[in-house]
């Protein structure tokens, strides 16, 4: 199982009295970074792929080498998952 981001962790005691920034507003918040970051990516902007690559391969890699239990076999695989994204970013949906 992948690590979840804090905020998706569900509590086990209820917050405190004091007002927290709505994780509602924060999830729309993240949700708009999202579909910005995708906008770029498919539009092929290197920034935007650039973005998406820091956002997804630590998971991605995680996942590679729990398979294959190597380390540069699993670089070799990310890298070449991240080449075939790029190059067909304009198929993306």
């Not at 708009?32 to 290197?46: N, P």
């Not at 890699?61 to 070449?80: A, C, H, T």
């Amino acid at each position: 199982m992948f690590p979840l981001p804090m905020s998706d962790v569900p509590l086990l005691f209820p917050p405190s009295r004091k007002k927290a920034p709505s994780s509602d507003a924060k999830r729309q918040s993240r949700a708009d970074a999202d579909r910005e970051m995708m906008r770029c990516f498919t539009s092929g902007d290197e920034a935007g792929f650039a973005t998406f690559y820091r956002r997804f391969a630590p998971g991605l890699f995680s996942l590679v080498y729990r398979i294959l239990q190597e380390q540069k076999e699993s670089e070799d695989v990310l890298q070449e998952a991240f080449v075939q994204m790029w190059k067909n970013t304009a198929t993306y949906d």
